[in-house]
Nanobody, 123 residues
Framework: QVQLVESGGGLVQAGGSLRLSCTAS????????AGWFRQAPGKEREYLAA????????YYADSLKGRFTISRDNAKNTVSLQMNSLTPEDTAIYYC????????????????WGQGTQVTVSS
């Protein structure tokens, strides 16, 4: 069982940046694809980005328009999400996930989830 813990959330002004990190409890994390999702109040959870096991392939939701960058360090059992040019519409709880399911964009593609970290962007 892989446990994931997110960190790095907080309050930031519009136009600012944040870097989220997710640390896994087991080295088997390096065997799974990793992803980031978010859920805004009153909305469904939304896929943001995914990264392959090796880290050589990354995938993003079209809506991000190049503002976010996912990366991973398997030696440290971490996956990160660099977020730039934040807007109030980015306010949400951000979740990291790991898994090997067929779909990298759907919740069903991930077996393990963190508890989430709150990101609030003020205008």
């Amino acid at each position: 069982q892989v446990q994931l813990v997110e960190s790095g959330g907080g309050l930031v002004q519009a136009g600012g940046s944040l870097r989220l990190s997710c640390t896994a409890s087991l080295r088997t994390f390096s065997m799974y694809r990793a992803g980031w999702f978010r859920q805004a109040p009153g909305k469904e959870r939304e896929y943001l980005a995914a990264i392959s096991v090796s880290g050589s392939n990354t995938y993003y939701a079209d809506s991000l328009k190049g503002r976010f960058t996912i990366s991973r360090d398997n030696a440290k059992n971490t996956v990160s999400l660099q977020m730039n040019s934040l807007t109030p519409e980015d306010t949400a709880i951000y979740y990291c996930a790991a898994g090997s399911g067929w779909s990298l964009r759907a919740d069903s593609g991930y077996a393990y989830w963190g508890q989430g970290t709150q990101v609030t962007v003020s205008s």
